[in-house]
C-alpha cells in the first residue's frame, strides 16, 4: 500500500440553479501532491510535479464502481487522475462541506505500487497505467469562531 497525500488546489461543484446536484453530480479537484517520500514511474519521472486531478462521484442505483488512479503522460507532462465514488449519502456530505470551505488535505491509499530501499514508491506505469484506490479521506479545517 501507497498513501498519498494532497492539498486541493482548485473544487469545481457540478450543481444546477437551485444549489442542488445535477443527474450525474461530480465534484472536480486539481490536486497537488504534497506527500514524501517521492512516487516514481516507469521513465524515472516523479510524480510530484504531475498534473493532478480528482472525480468524486456519486455512486448511482447501487452500481459500485472501483476507485482507481491513472498514469498518462500528454505533451510532455505526467498527467494522473484519480475517480472516487461514494455512497449518495457520504457524497452529500462532502457537497455541504465542501460548499461551507475546502478541504484542507485528501489522503488516498492505493494499492500497485512498489516500495524502494529509500522509502519512495515506484509505479511501473509501462505495466500498470491503473492501480486500485483502497481508501480516501477527507481533512477540513474546523470552522472559525470568536471566543
Given at each position: 500500500?501507497?498513501?498519498?497525500?494532497?492539498?486541493?488546489?482548485?473544487?469545481?461543484?457540478?450543481?444546477?440553479?437551485?444549489?442542488?446536484?445535477?443527474?450525474?453530480?461530480?465534484?472536480?479537484?486539481?490536486?497537488?501532491?504534497?506527500?514524501?517520500?517521492?512516487?516514481?514511474?516507469?521513465?524515472?519521472?516523479?510524480?510530484?510535479?504531475?498534473?493532478?486531478?480528482?472525480?468524486?462521484?456519486?455512486?448511482?442505483?447501487?452500481?459500485?464502481?472501483?476507485?482507481s488512479l491513472t498514469y498518462?503522460?500528454?505533451?510532455?507532462?505526467?498527467?494522473?487522475?484519480?475517480?472516487?465514488?461514494?455512497?449518495?449519502?457520504?457524497?452529500r456530505s462532502l457537497l455541504?462541506?465542501?460548499?461551507?470551505?475546502?478541504?484542507?488535505?485528501?489522503?488516498?491509499?492505493?494499492?500497485?505500487?512498489?516500495?524502494?530501499?529509500?522509502?519512495?514508491?515506484?509505479?511501473?506505469?509501462?505495466?500498470?497505467?491503473?492501480?486500485?484506490?483502497?481508501?480516501?479521506?477527507?481533512?477540513?479545517?474546523?470552522?472559525?469562531?470568536?471566543?
Open positions: 500500500m501507497t498513501v498519498l497525500t494532497f492539498e486541493t488546489r482548485e473544487v469545481v461543484l457540478t450543481l444546477d440553479q437551485h444549489g442542488a446536484a445535477n443527474g450525474a453530480p461530480v465534484i472536480s479537484f486539481k490536486l497537488r501532491l504534497s506527500s514524501t517520500p517521492s512516487v516514481y514511474v516507469s521513465n524515472g519521472d516523479t510524480l510530484q510535479h504531475a498534473n493532478w486531478t480528482m472525480q468524486l462521484r456519486r455512486q448511482v442505483d447501487g452500481a459500485r464502481e472501483a476507485d498518462s503522460r500528454s505533451d510532455g507532462k505526467s498527467e494522473c487522475q484519480l475517480r472516487i465514488h461514494q455512497s449518495p449519502g457520504r457524497f455541504d462541506m465542501l460548499k461551507g470551505g475546502h478541504a484542507s488535505e485528501i489522503t488516498v491509499v492505493t494499492d500497485g505500487m512498489e516500495h524502494q530501499d529509500d522509502y519512495s514508491s515506484r509505479w511501473d506505469t509501462d505495466r500498470v497505467p491503473v492501480v486500485n484506490v483502497l481508501r480516501v479521506s477527507f481533512e477540513f479545517p474546523l470552522p472559525q469562531c470568536d471566543a
